[in-house]
């Protein structure tokens, strides 16, 4: 009997996971023999410079993407070998995503978009979602806005959205990819409280890639990765102690 | 990418994108010519045999049957290629916003783009010059051989047949210019905006046409009333009714704007909650079909135009066989009026069904065109747990809602205008009842559904094949 990912106490793990793209003389080696797992209730950072495979590894974590090497499972599914029906519903159901830009259907209102990954699954919210999301909707000021389409909000709230959307169907995992990558640093910070209480106020497991140290600075533990290699994982730091640990990184290549 | 390598691709990109323009410059042209070369020779054969000394006048009514049967024709594919090309300029804002951006001025852009159009329409039309030659000179071939002609010295190159070439050269290149206009709204800042939508489709401008449009209508609908007034006195009633059936058809053209986009809607509530059993991918289908009003219209008015002549003259054809029929005792006469009206139906539904192919070329090019252009928001549905069977069925959704929102409007629409010319020319017959009902043959209805369905299907595999093969994260990336 295989050691489960709940048994590790994770909520989602890759054991030995490589991802190369091209083959022979132009290959290109984004991962290499990474193993890390994401702790269920934390709110995690992944970082690394442009390049470092951050990205990749979050796109194979949540099933957006195939491994070349290794084993991926989300929750105790592994989902390395897991064809593309069984992948698709998988994320449909556990897990949500906040991506850095175009994370909104431009022709549905933000209730359409909230509840699109219930209508893709086609059920309807149960009372207890139907709850939370109203709690959402109220405490992220979006009440007034629900009829609105995406290019009448501003990028701060299209953000918003797009948490409400991902938190509403209460994944195992929210990814967020740069989610402040586009917003005024105003905006970029109350994204960031937003997931941190996410996590604090509802036990919500959050990974998140960034190259912001002041976005990396709001997580419970920070993950680095550099030539597509973990290089480093840690606790809470601040912002600076972030900037100095990444400056250290360019100055050691 | 060496840089002529990448000219060399940007050219190729460029030619792929501008294929199917070509493709209907070609069509319009072969058939243009060919109809021309065709009537020609059917004049040779008549002036060969000329026993009432009429040949001449009969070669005129041919030609200008021809005329107006190829003017719909260039019409149609102009309507179609200016949609083409406003749909290209949509999906290469960023890299004009670019172009801009260095220096480039929107009027040089425009230009280009004109440029490209003039380069599409003396491709195409010379194309299918030759393509409508080889038909007629094979049709021609199979007539001889078959004794259904005289082997005569045809002359398949009379001077005439430049006409429809420069035409199709020329509308092409109109329409390249009409589907520009976008350019210069570009502004150089949209190369740096990130993520929002760009709202290149707004209906503006349109007050003028809208007013003409409604002026064209109601002119028309008075003359058709008037036709059908004096109509039930006499049968001259006919005339004031088909120009008021030209004007308020071109007012129904002009103003399509304001008639396509409620259509698509309601057939697209009816697809959506109905047939499809709603859900998310039908939901989106529905909206993705109105989503630029402009562009939906564009797109499927060349099919209204087109199934709304044939219906007309099918529906006409078999609403006076019917009142006729029964005025006639004698049951060799009435069959011998049965085969001139069947075949003049015949022939005249397939030089009007011609228009209606162009029409469908252009709607699967342009829905072709704007799926590839959401890749990014495709991506983003297959991230959010759209299956890629979700995907292909939202694309055969909005695709089925085009073809039967055109197919539907250019029946009703055909439908009336047919009745409107019986009733103007027939009323006054005796025995013929004040009020005569239309007779919608059962071949029409048939034909249209399957033609419909076939296009639909034509209009679903392309798209959807590209829209399911791209992976979720590349898709994603796109710009």
């Known amino acids: 009997m295989e050691i489960t990912t709940t048994d590790l106490g994770l909520v989602a793990r890759v054991a030995n996971l490589s991802k190369s793209y091209g083959r022979g003389d132009t290959a290109v080696t984004a991962l290499d023999d990474v193993s890390v797992g994401i702790r269920p209730h934390e709110f995690t950072a992944v970082m690394g410079p442009s390049g470092s495979g951050k990205s990749t590894l979050m796109h194979i974590m949540a099933g957006l993407d195939s491994p070349s090497g290794g084993r991926v499972w989300l929750g105790d599914t592994e989902i390395t070998t897991l064809g593309d029906a069984r992948l698709t519903e998988l994320r449909r159901r556990r897990v949500g995503f906040v991506f850095q830009s175009f994370n909104l259907v431009p022709t549905l209102d933000v209730l359409g978009n909230i509840l699109l990954p219930f209508e893709l699954d086609g059920r309807r919210p149960s009372p207890d979602d139907r709850l939370r999301i109203d709690g959402l909707v109220d405490s992220l000021g979006l009440r007034e806005r629900l009829r609105h389409r995406p290019h009448e909000l501003s990028g701060g709230q299209q953000q918003r959205v797009a948490i409400v959307r991902a938190l509403g169907t209460r994944p195992d995992l929210v990814f967020a990819d740069e989610p402040t990558g586009n917003l005024d640093s105003r905006s970029g910070r109350e994204v960031l409280g937003l997931l941190r209480s996410a996590c604090r106020d509802y036990?919500?497991?959050?990974?998140?890639?960034?190259?912001?140290?002041?976005?990396?600075?709001?997580?419970?533990r920070i993950v680095f990765l550099a030539?597509?290699?973990?290089?480093?994982?840690?606790?809470?730091?601040?912002?600076?102690?972030?900037?100095?640990?990444m400056l250290g990184?360019?100055?050691?290549? | 990418m060496t840089g002529s390598k990448g000219i060399a691709a940007a050219r190729l990109s460029a030619a792929r994108q501008h294929a199917p323009s070509i493709l209907v410059a070609a069509l319009s042209a072969a058939f243009g010519v060919s109809l021309l070369?065709?009537?020609?020779?059917?004049?040779?054969v008549i002036a060969a045999d000329d026993l009432t000394g009429s040949s001449s006048m009969v070669a005129l009514v041919l030609a200008m049957l021809g005329f107006v049967f190829i003017a719909i024709a260039v019409y149609v594919g102009a309507v179609v290629t200016s949609n083409t090309f406003a749909t290209i300029v949509a999906g290469r804002t960023r890299t004009i916003a670019l172009l801009r951006l260095v220096g480039a001025s929107a009027r040089s852009r425009r230009r280009a783009i004109a440029r490209e159009g003039l380069a599409v329409g003396v491709v195409g039309s010379v194309l299918g010059a030759l393509l409508g030659t080889g038909v007629s000179a094979a049709l021609l071939a199979v007539a001889v051989a078959g004794g259904h002609a005289p082997a005569l010295p045809y002359d398949l190159a009379p001077p005439v047949v430049v006409l429809p070439i420069i035409a199709v050269i020329l509308t092409t290149w109109l329409a390249s210019w009409v589907g520009s206009r976008r350019v210069l709204d570009v502004s150089p800042l949209q190369a740096l905006s990130g993520s929002t939508e760009l709202r290149h489709e707004e209906l503006r401008g349109r007050r003028g046409?809208?007013?003409?449009?409604?002026?064209?209508?109601?002119?028309?609908?008075?003359?058709?009333?008037?036709?059908i007034v004096i109509g039930s006195l006499n049968p001259i009633g006919i005339l004031p009714a088909v120009l008021g059936g030209m004007l308020s058809?071109?007012?129904?053209?002009?103003?399509?704007?304001?008639?396509?986009?409620?259509?698509?809607?309601a057939v697209g509530r009816i697809l959506g909650s109905r047939l499809f059993g709603g859900g998310a991918a039908a939901r989106l289908a529905a909206l993705n079909a109105v989503r630029y009003p402009e562009r939906s219209t564009r797109t499927t008015i060349g099919l209204v135009i087109g199934v709304g002549l044939v219906s007309m003259f099918a529906v006409a054809a078999a609403t006076y066989r019917q009142v006729l029929g029964s005025a006639f005792d004698d049951p060799e006469m009435a069959a011998q009026l049965d085969t001139v009206i069947t075949t003049t139906v015949v022939i005249f539904s397939a030089l009007l069904g011609f228009s209606a192919l162009i029409a469908a070329v252009g709607l699967v090019n342009s829905l072709s065109l704007s799926v590839l252009q959401r890749t990014r928001e495709l991506g983003l549905l297959r991230a959010l747990g759209f299956t890629a069977a979700q995907l292909r069925r939202m694309i055969a959704v909005e695709s089925a809602q085009l073809t039967a929102a055109a197919v539907l409007v250019g029946l009703a629409v055909g439908i009336f205008y047919g009745w409107a010319g019986a009733q103007s020319l027939l009323s006054s017959m005796p025995g013929a009842p004040a009020f005569i009902l239309p007779?919608?043959?059962?071949?029409?209805?048939l034909g249209t559904a399957v033609a419909a369905a076939l296009?639909?299907?034509?209009?679903?595999?392309?798209?959807?094949?590209?829209?399911?093969?791209?992976?979720?994260v590349r898709a994603l990336a796109t710009e």
């Open chain 1, 203 to 220: 036990g919500q497991s959050i990974a998140m890639v960034t190259h912001d140290p002041v976005a990396a600075s709001y997580a419970d």
């Open chain 2, 37 to 44: 070369q065709i009537t020609g020779a059917l004049a040779a």
């Open chain 2, 249 to 265: 058809f071109s007012g129904l053209v002009l103003g399509a704007g304001l008639v396509m986009p409620p259509a698509l809607r």
């Open chain 1, 227 to 245: 030539d597509g290699r973990v290089v480093e994982d840690r606790g809470p730091s601040s912002a600076a102690e972030i900037s100095d640990y």
């Open chain 1, 249 to 253: 990184m360019e100055g050691a290549a």
């Open chain 2, 455 to 472: 296009l639909t299907l034509a209009a679903t595999v392309v798209p959807s094949r590209s829209a399911t093969r791209v992976s979720p």
């Open chain 2, 209 to 227: 046409r809208n007013a003409a449009a409604l002026a064209l209508l109601v002119l028309g609908a008075l003359l058709l009333a008037a036709g």
């Open chain 2, 439 to 445: 007779v919608v043959p059962w071949q029409l209805v």
